[in-house]
């Protein structure tokens, strides 16, 4: 079984930029499609990004135009670049191994393995 590793959260302030990191421990996930996905206290984790094999990539509309996400294949990883920060984008952001190589889900039901999240913090 492949378990994500996430790393890169920190505090930023508004109109900054972070970099998440994804490593696969365990395994690997170069042939399947990932996700990143974002939760805070109370509500349900929320999708982000997601980016198949030959690096076909979704976003939400509340990321889409700052948020990119890529992967490369030979290392094994998935980024997640996160340009003109706002308050709202502050929460617990999690990496997801998907079932399959081509689809790019939005529904966390659909993805099988977790990280233990990276806390983001953007202040106003």
């Known amino acids: 079984q492949v378990h994500p590793v996430e790393s890169g959260g920190g505090l930023v302030q508004a109109g900054g930029s972070l970099r998440l990191s994804c490593a696969a421990s365990?395994?690997?996930?170069?042939?399947?499609?990932m996700a990143w996905f974002r939760q805070t206290p109370g509500k349900e984790r929320e999708f982000v990004a997601a980016?198949?094999?030959?690096?076909?990539?979704y976003y939400s509309d509340s990321v889409k135009g700052r948020f990119a996400i890529s992967r490369d294949n030979a290392k094994n990883m998935v980024y997640l670049r996160m340009n003109d920060m706002k308050p709202a984008d502050t929460a617990v952001y999690y990496c997801?191994?998907?079932?399959?190589?081509?689809?790019?889900?939005?529904?966390?039901?659909?993805?099988?393995?977790w990280g233990q999240g990276t806390q983001v913090t953007v202040s106003s």
């Open positions: 997801a191994v998907g079932r399959n190589s081509w689809r790019l889900e939005t529904a966390a039901d659909e993805y099988d393995f």
């Open positions: 365990g395994g690997t996930f170069r042939n399947l499609a």
């Open positions: 980016i198949n094999w030959s690096e076909i990539s």
